[in-house]
């Protein structure tokens, strides 16, 4: 079998699984590693003579991309995120592009979030390294704050935002408000829910805000200096979804000011970051290396997917988490 699979950028695929074992089972497999910048047309060369791409965040498979490379059947985003695919230019050029079913990384993208936003309240970290400092007398700096008593904002009320909602009010008795255009305000309120339309609302009554909105070119830097500057202060903010849904600058500047009390996050935008990267002089912020993903049960089942995805496209079968599916398919017998 004549099949050619390239895994672009990918630091975990197949690491803690037999997922590699797997897929050769149905052809060649090699990992690439390119710049995150690198542009349509050095990325076009690298790919040639590859029929699939396991892609990771990054890098952008662009229109360029899409209009040198005649070989590429199909890209398969080992995460949920596809923001960094042009999809018109997939679907223009016959390419199917399919990503890891929601349901995958739901409960662990979800208990993560949990995990930063009480670590923020409660200082988990900080506490930690002043008992690591000899600063045990510190212990009356870190007073916190429960969640019975808050109000949490959820941007994005889909697959991973609905089940953070869930564990917050159920598990915490948590107040919960949430943001999101593509969800109706009776499915929202028969959940026992606020519904707001205004997302300048959703942080003027907010005590955490949380991000679980998908990045597209109208969320970028949604929450900027106008909606921060308008928040509830001393607001604390929870990112799991993408960096680039912060204006950076902005939040810097609310943090300055003292409106954003804390800030938790698994991205950033630009990232990897190193360790000069200016949000890290904040004793008030917390990053984790975009790990929100990484239990040994979401790992699997995104490996898993992954093979699924092109055994199912080469056998003709349907492809759970499909996000392109052209009418001019580009197939070939294999």
Same mark, same amino acid.
């Given at each position: 079998?004549?099949?050619n699979?390239?895994?672009?950028n990918?630091?975990?695929?197949?690491?803690y699984? *037999?997922?590699?074992?797997?897929?050769?089972?149905?052809?060649?497999?090699?990992? @690439?590693?390119?710049?995150?910048?690198?542009?349509g047309?050095e990325?076009?060369?690298?790919?040639?003579?590859f029929?699939?791409? @396991?892609?990771?965040?990054?890098?952008?498979?662009?229109?360029?991309?899409?209009?040198?490379?005649?070989?590429?059947?199909m890209?398969?985003?080992?995460?949920?995120?596809v923001?960094?695919i042009?999809?018109?230019?997939a679907e223009?050029?016959?390419?199917?592009?399919?990503?890891?079913?929601?349901?995958v990384?739901?409960?662990?993208?979800?208990?993560?979030?949990?995990?930063?936003m009480?670590?923020?309240?409660?200082?988990?970290?900080?506490s930690y390294?002043?008992?690591?400092e000899?600063?045990?007398?510190?212990?009356a700096?870190?007073i916190?704050?429960e969640?019975?008593?808050?109000?949490?904002?959820?941007?994005?009320? =889909?697959n991973?935002?609905s089940?953070?909602?869930?564990?917050?009010?159920?598990?915490?008795?948590?107040k @919960?408000? &949430?943001?999101?255009?593509? &969800?109706?305000?009776?499915?929202v309120?028969?959940?026992g829910?606020?519904? &707001?339309?205004d997302?300048?609302?959703?942080f003027?009554?907010?005590?955490?805000?949380?991000?679980?909105a998908?990045l597209?070119?109208?969320?970028?830097? !949604?929450v900027?200096k106008d909606?921060?500057?308008?928040?509830?202060?001393g607001?604390?903010i929870v990112n799991?979804?993408? =960096?680039e849904?912060?204006?950076?600058?902005?939040?810097?500047?609310?943090?300055?000011?003292? @409106?954003?009390?804390?800030v938790?996050?698994?991205?950033?935008e630009?990232?990897?970051?190193?360790?000069?990267?200016?949000?890290l002089k904040y004793?008030?912020?917390i990053i984790t290396p975009?790990i929100a993903?990484?239990t040994w049960?979401?790992?699997?089942?995104?490996d !898993?997917?992954?093979?699924y995805?092109?055994?199912n496209?080469?056998d =003709?079968?349907?492809?759970? =988490?499909?996000?392109?599916l052209?009418k *001019?398919?580009?197939?070939?017998?294999f």
């Amino acid at each position: 079998m004549n099949v050619n699979i390239a895994v672009v950028n990918s630091k975990s695929f197949g690491r803690y699984t *037999n997922a590699v074992e797997e897929l050769k089972k149905l052809g060649r497999v090699e990992f @690439i590693e390119v710049p995150k910048d690198i542009n349509g047309k050095e990325l076009a060369k690298v790919l040639n003579g590859f029929q699939f791409v @396991i892609a990771s965040v990054t890098p952008y498979y662009s229109a360029e991309f899409f209009d040198l490379n005649n070989d590429v059947l199909m890209i398969v985003r080992h995460g949920i995120g596809v923001d960094n695919i042009d999809l018109r230019a997939a679907e223009r050029h016959g390419v199917v592009v399919a990503r890891v079913p929601g349901y995958v990384e739901r409960e662990a993208v979800a208990e993560h979030t949990v995990a930063l936003m009480i670590s923020a309240l409660r200082m988990v970290p900080q506490s930690y390294i002043a008992v690591k400092e000899g600063r045990w007398g510190d212990r009356a700096k870190f007073i916190g704050r429960e969640l019975p008593n808050l109000t949490v904002g959820v941007i994005g009320f =889909g697959n991973i935002g609905s089940r953070v909602a869930e564990i917050l009010a159920k598990g915490f008795n948590s107040k @919960i408000v &949430v943001y999101d255009p593509y &969800v109706s305000k009776e499915a929202v309120e028969a959940l026992g829910y606020r519904y &707001v339309s205004d997302l300048k609302e959703l942080f003027k009554v907010s005590d955490i805000v949380t991000l679980h909105a998908a990045l597209t070119k109208e969320n970028y830097h !949604m929450v900027n200096k106008d909606v921060l500057f308008n928040a509830k202060e001393g607001i604390i903010i929870v990112n799991t979804a993408r =960096g680039e849904l912060i204006d950076e600058q902005a939040l810097c500047e609310a943090l300055d000011k003292g @409106i954003v009390s804390a800030v938790a996050m698994d991205v950033v935008e630009g990232e990897p970051i190193s360790a000069e990267h200016r949000l890290l002089k904040y004793g008030n912020v917390i990053i984790t290396p975009h790990i929100a993903a990484y239990t040994w049960e979401a790992l699997k089942g995104m490996d !898993m997917a992954m093979v699924y995805a092109i055994k199912n496209f080469i056998d =003709g079968k349907p492809i759970d =988490g499909v996000v392109v599916l052209p009418k *001019n398919l580009r197939r070939r017998s294999f």
